[in-house]
């Protein structure tokens, strides 16, 4: 995060000639959604919060609970998701303005949240699916 013109500039000087991609920062910092979505469903939806970073990343001490998705978000999923083609992922949204937008998929997610707050086995419910779905090679 930068908070100035200065701060950016040391950002962009730091990638040592990588393009930068720039963005305003949500209006609701340290709050996110994050959607966990297995073979084209949605599975779990974690409510991520910090009180003292923007991030609330919950290794990074955000705290975490299990919500119920907002309906604006499912449809964002389900738009989404046929395009990723992607078998287990998250998907992560922000908050600004009383909106909800789109952060990040992250297609190699990590699962610490839904151990500590369900009693899911994501590496399960994972393999299972992988079992059952017809791969040809």
Same mark, same amino acid.
């Given at each position: 995060?930068?908070?100035?013109?200065? !701060?950016?500039? !040391?950002?962009?000087?730091?990638?040592? &000639?990588?393009? /930068?991609?720039?963005?305003?920062?949500? &209006? %609701?910092?340290?709050? %996110?959604? $994050?959607?966990?979505?297995?073979? &084209?469903?949605?599975?779990?939806?974690? #409510?991520? *919060?910090?009180?003292? @970073?923007?991030?609330?990343?919950?290794? #990074? &001490?955000?705290?975490?609970?299990?919500?119920?998705? /907002?309906? !604006?978000?499912?449809? =964002?999923?389900?738009? =989404?998701?046929? !395009?990723?083609?992607? @078998?287990?992922?998250?998907? @992560?949204?922000?908050?600004?303005?009383?909106?909800?937008? #789109?952060?990040?998929?992250? %297609?190699?997610?990590? *699962? $610490?949240?839904?151990?500590?707050? *369900? @009693? =899911? %086995?994501?590496? $399960?419910?994972? =393999?299972?699916?992988?079992?059952?779905?017809?791969?040809?090679?």
């Amino acid at each position: 995060m930068a908070r100035d013109v200065g !701060e950016v500039q !040391e950002c962009c000087r730091k990638l040592e &000639g990588r393009g /930068p991609i720039i963005q305003e920062m949500a &209006g %609701d910092p340290g709050r %996110d959604l $994050r959607i966990y979505v297995l073979g &084209g469903r949605i599975i779990a939806s974690v #409510l991520r *919060t910090s009180d003292v @970073d923007f991030r609330a990343n919950f290794k #990074l &001490g955000g705290r975490a609970e299990i919500v119920e998705p /907002p309906e !604006e978000v499912c449809k =964002m999923v389900r738009r =989404m998701v046929p !395009e990723l083609m992607a @078998d287990f992922i998250g998907i @992560d949204f922000v908050f600004g303005d009383g909106r909800v937008y #789109l952060n990040e998929v992250e %297609d190699v997610v990590g *699962t $610490r949240m839904l151990y500590s707050l *369900t @009693d =899911m %086995d994501p590496a $399960r419910m994972y =393999m299972e699916y992988i079992a059952h779905s017809k791969i040809s090679l």
